[in-house]
């Protein structure tokens, strides 16, 4: 069973965020969870089920060492692009 699942299948994130997380990350190590998710063409106004990130994060959180500071930096980038 995956770490992270949505409460509600039908919750959305837009793909701005898959953008930032490909910039945070590096497109080398990151790329390969996109593809396996099917997430090959990213549009930062589209909406995305909030699943495909959270399955991201589950297989670079068992499938990878060295991933704490792969999301810390998922982290910074995200408060970085925040809009307040």
Known sequence: MPRWQVFYPD???PGQILLD???AVGSDKILPYFEKHGVTKIDPKAS????????IYNDMDSTRSGTMFDFVSIGLKEAE???I
């Open 11 to 13: 919750h959305e994130f």
């Open 21 to 23: 997380l490909e910039k």
């Open 48 to 55: 995305y089920p909030l699943q495909t990130l959270l399955d």
């Open 81 to 83: 692009q925040a809009i």
